[in-house]
């Protein structure tokens, strides 16, 4: 029977899941080559394809319903953004890419004590591979394993297999391409939304030679050479719970049910981003969904896992393991 609007399932081995993914990724990650003395790279998205500063724009013109949290009041805010492959450590394989961005100052209770920003973490795909956070890791095993084990996996879970299929792609250029939340967040009380971020502009870079192992960083270095980037955006309110499932992030929310609205813009002025000290700092800031003001809290199991696995895995590149 289908549930309320923007409520949350837990499953009761979700504690147990959570601490097995923590473990499988510190061994996975501890065990990945680096150079002597190099700190523990990061899981998930380490290869960056540059950390760009922006501006968060939030008109004043919304609806009233669309007037919460963040996009309260209008408004304009620095921002940090990553673009970054999701695994590949080289530009010349076929993957999903991400967008993340840190929206600065923004006033009101965090859901992250002492944390002032509101970090959006978004894929090139709308939906995930696996459901929750339970399925994912029992993907990542295989994948981890490879071999025989990897093709079991796929040739089992015809759906995790298709959609890996359609997300990876060859990208031109990480301006290009819109991005996705694929996991619910609360926007306001008893209201779920998913979040798309998608270029405004009609620019788009010219092919640029894939052969190359850093193309994508490439293509965005032209690209803000000549102008700025333009990006929207928008919120898809959760309006039936059967159809827009909470706890499933393989399930792409029909747009026929609720279409993205529109609440912000994304302004990625002209620049320069490849100095050393520009790419040092990419690779120490860090991005978490729980970074977030109470009325955005994330919502579903891969979100509630994030929670503590980005705080286990921080203090753990750190020299900290919890």
């Known amino acids: 029977m289908p549930g ?90 076929r993957d999903i890419r991400g967008m993340s961005i840190k929206v600065l100052g923004v006033p009101g209770e965090n859901l992250t004590p002492g944390v002032g920003d509101q970090d959006f973490v978004l894929n090139s795909h709308p939906v995930m591979m696996a459901a929750d956070a339970k399925s994912f890791l029992e993907l990542l095993q295989a994948n981890e394993a490879g071999g025989l084990r990897r093709i079991l996996y796929f040739v089992s879970h015809l759906k995790a297999a298709g959609i890996a299929r359609a997300a990876q792609q060859q990208h031109t250029c990480h301006l290009d391409i819109p991005y996705w939340s694929a996991t619910p967040y609360l926007f306001g009380e008893g209201r779920a939304v998913k979040y798309r971020m998608r270029p405004a502009s009609g620019q788009r870079s010219s092919p640029a030679p894939t052969g190359t ?50 609440v912000a813009t994304l302004r990625i002025p002209a620049q320069r981003f490849d100095s050393p000290e520009q790419v040092a700092r990419c690779e120490a800031i860090s991005f978490n969904p729980w970074h977030a003001l109470v009325p955005h809290r994330p919502l579903g199991s891969m979100n509630r896992a994030r929670r503590a696995i980005y705080e286990a895995l921080a203090a753990f590149r750190a020299g900290s393991p919890r």
């Open 213 to 262: 192992a850093s193309y994508l960083t490439d293509a965005l270095r032209i690209r803000l050479a000549a102008g700025e980037a333009v990006f929207q955006l928008a919120v898809q309110l959760q309006t039936d719970s059967a159809r827009m499932p909470i706890e499933d992030a393989s399930v792409e929310w029909p747009a026929d049910a609720a279409p993205f609205q529109t």
């Open 4 to 93: 309320r609007l923007a409520e949350e399932t837990i499953a009761a081995d979700e504690a147990t899941t959570i601490a097995e993914f923590i473990a499988f990724l510190q061994q996975s990650s501890a065990g990945r080559p680096r150079a002597p003395g190099a700190p523990i790279g990061r899981f998930n998205q380490a290869r960056a394809a540059g950390c760009v500063e922006a501006e968060f724009e939030v008109p004043a013109d919304l609806p009233a319903a669309l007037k919460v949290g963040l996009f309260a009041q209008p408004g304009t805010y620095p921002a940090r953004v990553r673009f970054a492959n999701a695994t590949s450590s080289s530009d010349r394989e």
